[in-house]
């Protein structure tokens, strides 16, 4: 049983890669094939994106693929992305843990699907600097719509607050930024992630999920800067702590983490 949850994330994963390569592109109408033609999600099929020519089945399986044609294209011999085995991977390896976690099936793929929409946009985030409303937005519902169906153990009522509570503390904190510096810190992007996971994590885990993401995103920026590796303006997207702060908090159990976090604060 356990294997079929990793040969799913494996698929699933093989797809989000797709996305993450993709969708940015479809959003800021870079998707124009040398033909002229406009690639989608589902078509062409997978080609090298600097040759374009097409990927034989077997070298379409996950992990697989990336080992056989190691890591190169066969015909023009440019690098394949680390992207594609990671994301299939780490999709993998989270499907694994959500199959063994939660209980009962609608349960478990529900998470499944939480985390592969939260490893989709980290990985989206971390490359372009942009959330796509088109990932958070079906998160969002599919919190509040998980909840009216039992499957995240918070309520519908804590789900909705969740989410209003998400979006509305960030939204607070960067426009307090832009008053106080004139400098834009945060996108929409970020509240509506927050949001999102709001819906699926209930209010009482935002305020450590936050304090988490942010320490980690400071940590993570510290280290860029101080090898040098910053991209340029000094951004460093929010986005891909608050997904993996999010995750952790889920993968600590429905309540782990803000017992731990209210009892620490003495409430
Ligand atoms: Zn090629």
């Not at 990932?135 to 989410?163: V, Y």
Request: charged share 10%; net charge positive; hydrophobic share 55%.
């Amino acid at each position: 049983m356990m294997g079929l949850w990793v040969l799913g994330g494996l698929i699933v994963g093989s797809f989000l890669s797709v996305v993450v390569h993709r969708l940015p592109k479809m959003l800021t109408q870079e998707n124009t094939l040398r033909n002229g033609q406009q690639a989608n999600l589902w078509w062409p099929g997978s080609h090298c994106p600097l040759c374009e020519s097409p990927l034989r089945w077997w070298d379409n399986l996950p992990l697989l693929g990336f080992a056989l044609q190691r890591g190169q294209c066969r015909r023009c011999g440019g690098a394949i992305a680390w992207r594609y085995p990671l994301l299939e991977l780490s999709t993998a390896l989270a499907w694994l843990f959500c199959g063994w976690q939660a209980v009962g099936l609608p349960n478990a793929l529900a998470w499944a699907l939480f985390s592969s929409a939260l490893l989709a946009l980290a990985w989206i985030d971390w490359e372009t600097l942009y959330l796509p409303a088109e990932l958070t937005q079906p998160l969002l519902w599919g919190g509040l719509i998980a909840a009216e169906f039992h499957l995240t153990g918070i309520a519908l009522s804590d789900a909705l607050w969740g989410a209003v509570l998400g979006y509305g503390v960030l939204w607070v904190v960067a426009t307090g930024f832009v008053l106080l510096t004139g400098k834009e810190g945060m996108g929409a992007g970020d509240f509506k992630l927050l949001a999102a996971l709001g819906a699926w994590l209930g209010p009482l885990n935002l305020l450590p999920l936050l304090l988490l993401a942010s320490l980690a995103g400071a940590g993570v920026g510290l280290c860029l800067r101080a090898r040098s590796q910053l991209r340029e303006g000094g951004y460093v997207p929010f986005g891909p702590f608050l997904a993996v702060a999010g995750w952790l908090i889920h993968a600590l159990g429905p309540t782990g983490m803000q017992r731990f976090f209210w009892r620490f604060l003495g409430a």
